[in-house]
C-alpha cells in the first residue's frame, strides 16, 4: 500500500501551511501504521532509494540512508535494520496506541523536522488462561522524526525516540527537592 499521494502545492505561506498539514499527515500516517501493524504501510513510508531523483551532474543518488533510534537501542541505519526492528515490535506488541502532545513542525525547503511527546499505552501478550490483553503499560517518549520531500509525497527519513525520564514524587514543580515527605 502505498502512503496518500499529496499534489504539487504552490509556494509561499499558502503552500508553506499545506506543506506542513501535508508532513504531519505522513507523520500521523506513521503513527497509525504502527497501532493497526501495517508493515506494507510502514515500510510505504520510509525514504528508499527510488524515493530521490539522480542529479543530472552526477551519477550518483543522493544518500538515502534512513536511520532509527528506539528508546534503550542503538543507532539503526538502513532500510533492513530500520524495517527488521518494527516487523519485531509489531510481532511482539499485542496492543499498541500513541497520543502525540507538542507536536511542532518546521519546514525548510523540501526538509521537515516533527518534535512530539509520544505517550504511548501498551499491552504485552494475553496470559495463558485468558483471551484478554496483558497488562497495560504508559509511558513518555520524546521523538523527532526527519521527512524528505519526493515526488510521492513526504517520506520519513529518521525517527529518534528517548524515554523521559518520570519525575520523583518528592521534586517540585521548578526541580528542586521537597522537604515534605510523600503520603
Known sequence: MTPPREPDEPRGAA??????????????????????????????????????????????AEDTSISCVHPGWPVLTGRGEVLRSYALIMANTEY???????????????????????NIL???????????????????VVATNVFRRTRDGWKLWSHHASPVLAESETESDDGEESDETPS
Open 96 to 118: 499498541i496506541q500513541f497520543f502525540l502532545t507538542d507536536v511542532h513542525i518546521s519546514i525548510v525547503a523540501d526538509t521537515a523536522l516533527i518534535t512530539c511527546t509520544e
Open 122 to 140: 501498551s499491552g504485552g501478550p494475553a496470559p495463558a488462561e485468558g483471551d484478554e490483553l496483558g497488562p497495560l503499560v504508559g509511558q513518555r
Open 15 to 60: 503552500g508553506r501551511r499545506t506543506d506542513a498539514e501535508a508532513v504531519d499527515s505522513a507523520n500521523r500516517a506513521f503513527y497509525e501504521a504502527l497501532e493497526r501493524a501495517d508493515f506494507e504501510l510502514l515500510t510505504a513510508l520510509w525514504l528508499a532509494p527510488e524515493d530521490v531523483s539522480y542529479s543530472e551532474e552526477s551519477d550518483e
